[in-house]
């Protein structure tokens, strides 16, 4: 199992702290254009409720995090010059800038002033184009003090080798170390980079060496492995580029990027990162806090009743693996008698071990609510794949083509596969199959359709066990 890397944490704490960024200077622009037209310019002019541009600063700032999202301006931009940077957010804001317009034009309830919208868009280009260069000089000011950088492998010595291991040689600037290479056969070091070990030894290599990225450049008579490289990149949930040469080998979703100047392709993107994923868990904060809230009065009838059922703890804390092979613990109402459970096993029927009162709690999924601890805890999300014990992880690990690629995502109180019918003691290649579907078509709404077929199935759950009592 891996664990999260300083460098993924590193990359996610600079992609929040570039939203932060967007979000304050978004916001500022309107206020500072509203005080330069009417309090400064405009002294004689009724000045207008600022709570008016304040609305249309919150509409601004939404809808420039959009369009930033969707141009890209959350991924990872390491090697982006500052031309760039400031192109993308002036583009944004823009397009930004565009709507407004056109919705003040159709607005009728209040007349808003087009010479601020003027203002705004020069303020705005200004503040968020130096918010951004602000960030990233940070963000590479950290990276050159070798914060966050992200250990490279290179794999194989195809043609082009020698001109990729020279493009991440000595980048610390933009967050790469060159950690070495492995070659197809032992034929002797080249020079360019440190000689690690062959193609066979290439998995121990990554987990000793702690590789966060591989660059693949076979030589074409050893093609036939690029499907175990990307294996196990997915197994270990470490970031794949190949190099372009290799495009025909490539089946599946890939992306053109630029790296350290050296263009790849990144074999498979994932969509819950950045600004979706940031998305994601936004809305995971504002469901849980008003569930947990408005679920307090459930929570205590259930704690009385497992008190009066058996004696022993309220909940049941269990080890689970969570994103990137984080250990953490889950949250559940008991439903079996104290210091009932002796090890690793799938749930059975008439569980003589279940009490009473969990067994009903167990039918109706109603012992899984108290996950939204974890969910506001951040280990969780309300959806996402089961999250399994570190017992069943190791073991499916190794006999199961694909599964650690389940731990590139939080684990969900539901998911896809649970909403449609494999629940429990069912086959873990079939709902692999369902998790890796929703890990590569995830939407917001898609999770807003999980969470409502999930609902459903429980109120009718709740029903059969209270016809069958």
């Given at each position: ?5 300083p ?22 622009t ?6 330069i037209?009417?309090a ?5 002019t ?48 823009s ?20 010479l601020?919208?003027g ?15 602000v ?8 990276l ?5 950088q992200?250990?490279v492998?290179?794999?194989g010595?195809?043609?082009n ?21 492995v ?20 998995e121990?290599?990554?987990v000793?060496?702690?590789i ?7 030589e ?49 993107g ?35 009743l ?22 953490f ?18 749930s ?16 109706s ?25 570190p ?11 694909r ?21 429990g ?16 078509n995830w ?7 999980i ?6 199935d ?12």
């Open positions: 199992m891996r664990r999260s890397s460098a993924n944490v590193f990359q996610g704490a600079m992609l929040a702290l570039r939203a932060v960024a967007d979000v304050a200077c978004s916001v500022a309107f206020i500072i254009a509203y005080q037209r009417f400064e310019i405009s002294k004689e009724e000045i207008p409720p600022q709570e008016n541009y304040i609305a249309l600063a919150i509409l601004f700032t939404v809808l420039n995090i959009y369009f930033m999202a969707v141009s890209g301006m959350y991924r990872p931009m390491r090697g982006a010059s500052r031309i760039d940077i400031v192109f993308g957010a002036i583009r944004a804001s397009i930004s800038l565009v709507i407004l317009l056109a919705l003040s034009f159709f607005y009728r309830d209040f007349s808003y002033s087009r601020t919208i203002y705004a868009a020069i303020i705005g280009y200004i503040l968020l184009s130096s918010g951004r260069i960030v990233v000089s940070f963000e590479r000011a950290l050159r003090r070798g914060k966050g992200k250990r492998l290179l794999i010595t195809g043609r080798f020698e001109r990729i291991a020279e493009k991440f040689t000595g980048r610390a600037d933009l967050g790469y170390k060159l950690v070495g290479y070659e197809e056969e032992k034929a002797g070091a080249l020079g360019s980079a440190p000689l690690l070990g062959s193609l066979d030894e290439m121990e290599i990554i000793t060496h702690g966060d990225m591989v660059v693949v450049s076979l074409s008579g050893y093609h036939d492995r690029m499907k175990d490289i990307v294996d196990l990149c997915d197994k270990r949930a470490i970031e794949c580029l190949i190099d372009p040469d290799m495009v025909e080998l490539l089946v599946g979703p890939r992306f053109f990027e630029e790296v350290c100047g050296s263009p790849l392709i990144r074999v498979k994932l969509r819950i990162r950045g600004f979706n994923a940031a998305v994601k868990r936004a809305v995971d904060i504002a469901i849980s806090i008003p569930a947990l809230i408005a679920l307090s009065p459930f929570f205590f009838l259930v704690a009385v497992i008190r009066m059922d058996s004696p022993g703890p309220i909940f049941y804390m269990q080890k689970r693996v969570g994103m990137d092979g984080r250990v613990w889950m949250f559940k109402f008991r439903t079996m008698k104290a210091e009932a459970e002796s090890g690793p096993g799938w059975k029927e008439e569980d003589p071990r279940v009490t009473r009162l969990g067994d009903m709690l167990r039918k999924s109603l012992d899984e609510v108290p996950q939204l601890i974890n969910v506001l805890k951040g280990e969780m999300s309300l959806v996402g794949p089961r999250p399994e014990r017992f069943y992880v190791e073991k499916f690990e190794k006999g199961i083509p599964y650690m690629e389940r731990h590139k995502v939080k684990s969900g109180m539901s998911g896809w596969a649970q909403v449609n019918g494999l629940r003691d069912t086959s873990i290649s079939e709902r692999l199959q369902y998790d890796l579907y929703y890990i590569e939407s917001i709404w898609f999770d807003f359709k969470v409502i077929l999930t609902i459903f429980i109120i009718a759950t709740v029903k059969n066990v209270a016809l069958k009592k």
